[in-house]
């Protein structure tokens, strides 16, 4: 069974750092792209970021570009999330996700980790 696991949540302060870490069960090369999302409380599910597992290519969102970095370590089986300048807003469970193909959607999903930034 496919499983992704998410770690490196907690809780910071405004203007602080956190790196998040997605671990996969398999080989990440078997998946076409690793995506990171995020869920506030009482809000919908939001894409964050994605990256190409075989030319590294990525995709940020308005809301998170020039502040966070997606990366993968394809040895590691590994995606990690820089996160920078955090603002309260980004607070929320972050969750990661692969698809193994461009034109379907995230199937496989991890538990998901919490990050919460205080004002």
């Known amino acids: 069974q496919v499983q992704f696991v998410e770690s490196g949540g907690g809780l910071v302060q405004s203007g602080g750092s956190l790196r998040l870490s997605c671990a996969a069960s398999?080989?990440?090369?078997?998946?076409?792209?690793i995506g990171w999302f995020r869920q506030a409380p009482g809000k919908e599910r939001e894409g964050v970021s994605c990256?190409?597992?075989?030319?590294?290519?990525?995709y940020y969102s308005d809301s998170v570009k020039g502040r966070f970095t997606i990366s993968r370590d394809n040895a590691k089986n590994t995606v990690y999330l820089q996160m920078s300048s955090l603002k309260p807003e980004d607070t929320g469970v972050y969750y990661c996700a692969g698809k193994r193909a461009a034109m379907v959607s995230y199937e496989y999903w991890g538990q998901g980790t919490q990050v919460t930034v205080s004002s």
């Open positions: 398999e080989l990440m090369t078997d998946y076409y792209a």
């Open positions: 990256i190409s597992v075989s030319d590294g290519s990525t």
